[in-house]
């Protein structure tokens, strides 16, 4: 069983960080691509950032320069550093992966539970 935890969320005023962390757990043979989403009320959910296994990303453009998405192979571990939040950035963020889990031969698409980002003007 394969598992996805995100933490770091919270409310910050407006210019302020956060640091998100998603952990993959469980019986996992390999992570392809990592990425994080966001939704808003009322708004359909969006690609904030996402890694490749080899480490190229590719950002919306509404958190380039502000975002910055990593990940750490060998713990199964994303992070997103947001900076300079803006009140716009208010959404539940979620964390995707594409894991093959052990003993199978296909990829699947999981996700977390979210965490709730709250930026205050």
């Known amino acids: 069983q394969v598992q996805l935890v995100e933490s770091g969320g919270g409310l910050v005023q407006a210019g302020g960080s956060l640091r998100l962390s998603c952990a993959a757990s469980?019986?996992?043979?390999?992570?392809?691509?990592m990425g994080w989403y966001r939704q808003a009320p009322g708004k359909q959910r969006e690609l904030v950032a996402a890694?490749?296994?080899?480490?190229?990303?590719n950002y919306a453009d509404s958190v380039k320069g502000r975002f910055t998405i990593s990940r750490d192979n060998a713990k199964n571990t994303m992070y997103l550093q947001m900076n300079s939040l803006r009140p716009e950035d208010t959404a539940v963020y979620y964390c995707?992966?594409?894991?093959?889990?052990?003993?199978?031969?296909?990829?699947?698409?999981?996700w977390g539970q979210g965490t709730q980002v709250t930026v205050s003007s």
């Open positions: 469980g019986s996992i043979f390999s992570i392809k691509t």
């Open positions: 890694i490749t296994s080899g480490g190229s990303t």
């Open positions: 995707n992966a594409e894991i093959r889990p052990i003993g199978g031969p296909f990829w699947y698409d999981y």
